[in-house]
């Protein structure tokens, strides 16, 4: 994705965090406050492996991966990339109207299905199952984006001052 993609906004309120255009160096600093955005956000969410809505985030999902990929790809020290790349790899538990938050947790002894007659709702089902599918997609899409954008900081030249 071009940087112009990077400079349009999808969300609300993308505005307030600079992403309106700019320079290199501003874009490439818009990209690091966004990351840093979204990691202080992992850190007082409590995501585990469940599946969220993409309005929990502070700011839009394009805006985040593309900033990871600008991040990634200028980050010079392969052990920040990979971790870049696994706080960014998170982003795919987050899509598009899913809704409540969906779970990966097993039921608990005390819930209906212990008695045996409880049974899901099958439109509960399709939506989980639907869900589950997409985030797979999501999570082969943003490995081969950043594995690119990790490629392309691999393999800058490195200029001494």
């Known amino acids: 994705m071009p940087y112009?993609?990077?400079t349009k906004p999808a969300h609300?309120?993308?505005?307030?965090?600079?992403?309106?255009?700019?320079t290199?160096?501003?874009?490439?600093?818009?990209a690091h406050r966004l990351v840093d955005i979204y990691l202080v956000y992992l850190r007082e969410h409590e995501t585990g492996s469940d599946l969220f809505d993409t309005r929990e985030l502070?700011?839009?999902k394009g805006?985040?991966?593309?900033a990871f990929r600008v991040v990634i790809a200028t980050e010079s020290r392969s052990g920040v990339r990979a971790l870049l790349v696994k706080a960014g790899m998170t982003l795919a538990q987050f899509q598009e109207n899913i809704g409540p938050r969906m779970s990966f947790k097993p039921a608990s002894s005390n819930d209906?299905?212990?008695?045996?007659?409880?049974?899901?709702?099958?439109g509960q089902i399709r939506r989980f199952d639907h869900a589950l599918m997409r985030h797979g997609e999501e999570r082969t899409r943003l490995v081969r984006m950043f594995?690119?954008?990790a490629d392309i900081a691999e393999h800058k030249p490195i200029h001494d001052a």
Do not use: E
Request: charged fraction near 25%.
């Open 4 to 6: 112009s993609a990077f």
């Open 12 to 22: 609300g309120d993308d505005h307030v965090y600079g992403i309106d255009g700019g």
């Open 24 to 30: 290199d160096a501003q874009l490439l600093q818009t």
């Open 58 to 60: 502070p700011v839009s």
């Open 63 to 66: 805006s985040l991966i593309n």
């Open 112 to 122: 209906k299905a212990r008695d045996g007659r409880w049974r899901p709702d099958p």
């Open 147 to 149: 594995r690119h954008a």
